[in-house]
């Protein structure tokens, strides 16, 4: 059906992974749906739960940079593929038994590891298969499936719980996956090398596939070996540092928002979740539109010469986080549904809106390890996630103390300040550091 469409192949590429972001986090939100009605019911504590649920981002964290060295050495569509079918197959297999804690941490693990290699590839695919001026937009339509599937999970999983059980929702997420992973297998591929028959259909990416050197010859035949890569390099580059300083701020503003958020319009604005409806949802939908608007943007400044790639990425993600630093410094002000509705969708709407500038950066200074750049930075934002949900958790436990409850803004301005003030460091940062320049052959 796909072929019959007649599109470039890089288009294809592209909306797969669009919709391979769209599934991951549809997996993720039904997983922690579907685990708090059955741990609820089974009488789970909190604290238990919240290991069930933390342990997703251990896993996911510990496998980012391993993803992107395993993208640059097997290939990013392989990887892809393989991670994808293993998750699939562990939410397939694995019970949803609440009381069965070791099995479920077990499977939280290998679903975090599995997921941790998909982000990496996806990038090592793109920077194959992109060129430049397709880049922005390109990067930012497969980025905002996350927040698409997010806003999905949210819309239609609960009502599959309550009507078919928990367990439901791990056979659909699972049926997803697999779904996805044979279309992959079907329609992706690498991007033809020079001594290809049809090499001409890509004559960008051909460039960027794992490069080979020449080895010792034996008995007549070359053997080859592939290029060491400049972790050295890589890891004290200062445009890399500025591009992992905003993926930390940019999740810790994200898990924050996405972990904390239902807590403070039920207990911070005595709001009931169930009677906003789909208002809810508009933050995730904001996130998907503006990311998109973001990527159209920056590459009509870069395509028609309007901006250089370095000032794009500057001006955008400026304007992203500082916009969504002030948004979320005055969440606490506003009372009402409506208030906190506008302002949660401005603040995550510019952070999505800011990816056009440091998540795209990976294949400006990198192309060729993009995987690697995207694992070390996306470490760093899953390690911010862990850190930021798990702290504001005791901030608000303190805030109870010193004002009884967490209906007072008080209780509440903290919590959004930190990643508030950290946006405006980061962008900082980037305006400083960051580059559009290729600096990694």
């Excluded at 993208?71 to 994808?84: E, N, T, Y």
């Excluded at 078919?164 to 279309?183: D, H, N, R, Y």
């Excluded at 702290?391 to 930190?418: H, M, N, Q």
């Amino acid at each position: 059906m796909m072929t019959r469409l007649n599109l470039p192949k890089r288009y294809l590429i592209v909306i797969l992974t669009f919709i391979c972001t769209c599934v991951c986090y549809i997996e993720r939100v039904g997983f922690s749906i579907a685990y708090t009605v059955a741990a609820d019911g089974a009488g789970v504590s909190e604290s238990s739960k919240g290991v069930i649920l933390s342990t997703f981002y251990y896993g996911y964290a510990c496998s980012q940079v391993p993803g992107g060295w395993a993208a640059q050495r097997i290939g990013g569509r392989k990887v892809l593929l393989l991670s994808f079918v293993l998750w699939s197959l562990t939410c397939f297999l694995v019970p949803l038994d609440p009381n069965q804690v070791t099995l479920l941490v077990f499977a939280r693990l290998l679903v975090g590891v599995a997921q941790g290699f998909i982000f990496p590839s996806i990038h090592t695919v793109l920077a194959q298969w992109v060129p430049p001026h397709e880049r922005s937009r390109s990067v930012s339509l497969t980025t905002s499936g996350m927040y698409l599937g997010a806003a999905m999970g949210m819309l239609i999983l609960p009502s599959l719980v309550k009507f078919k059980g928990p367990q439901t929702v791990f056979v659909a997420e699972a049926i997803l996956g697999v779904l996805w992973s044979l279309l992959w297998f079907q329609y992706a591929s690498d991007p033809p090398r020079s001594e290809h028959p049809k090499a001409t259909a890509s004559g960008f990416g051909e460039s960027l596939l794992p490069l080979k050197t020449k080895g010792k010859v034996e008995n007549g035949v070359s053997n080859t070996r592939t290029a060491k890569i400049p972790w050295k390099k890589i890891l004290v580059s200062l445009p890399v540092w500025a591009i992992v300083v905003n993926n930390f701020t940019f999740h810790y503003a994200l898990y924050v928002l996405m972990n904390w958020l239902p807590t403070y319009f039920e207990q911070g604005l005595q709001l009931s979740l169930q009677e906003m409806g789909s208002s809810k949802m508009m933050p995730y939908l904001n996130m998907f539109i503006f990311s998109n608007i973001g990527g159209v943007v920056a590459d009509h400044l870069i395509t028609k010469r309007i901006c250089s790639v370095t000032r794009t990425r500057k001006v955008l993600n400026t304007i992203g986080f500082l916009v969504a630093a002030f948004a979320l410094m005055a969440l606490p002000l506003f009372r009402t549904s409506d208030g906190a509705v506008f302002c949660s969708s401005v603040a995550l709407g510019f952070l999505a809106l800011g990816r056009a500038g440091f998540a795209v950066n990976h294949m400006d200074i990198a192309p060729r390890y993009a995987g690697i750049v995207m694992g070390v930075s996306n470490t760093a934002g899953t390690l911010a996630g862990i850190v930021g949900v798990d702290l504001t958790g005791k901030l608000l436990e303190a805030s109870k103390v010193a004002y009884s409850d967490l209906s007072s803004p008080e209780s509440w301005r903290v919590v959004f300040c930190i990643p508030g003030l950290l946006c405006i460091f980061s962008s900082l940062v980037f305006l400083l550091f960051s580059s559009g320049e290729r600096i990694f052959d």
